[in-house]
């Protein structure tokens, strides 16, 4: 999927109103994001994140 894909996926995740297209745009966009596969999201149990406060903004790692 090309840059303008994503963005497109992006601009539409917070203005969509039907509930589970909503959840498939953010499927689509954690898959690409994290580089995982379809298979995976079936098998994580949690989602945690492990940020810091840094200088200029908040920094961290998305972990399952």
């Known amino acids: 999927m090309t840059g303008d ?3 497109l996926l992006e601009s539409r995740l917070p203005c969509d109103k039907n509930i589970p297209d909503k959840y498939f745009l953010g499927g ?3 898959v690409l994001c994290s580089r995982a596969r379809w298979g995976d999201l079936s098998c ?6 492990d940020i810091i406060e840094v200088s200029s903004s908040p ?3 998305r972990e399952s």
């Not at 994580?44 to 994140?49: D, G, H, K, L, T």
């Open 28 to 30: 689509v966009l954690f």
């Open 5 to 7: 894909g994503v963005k």
């Open 44 to 49: 994580m149990q949690a989602v945690e994140f």
């Open 59 to 61: 920094f961290g790692f």
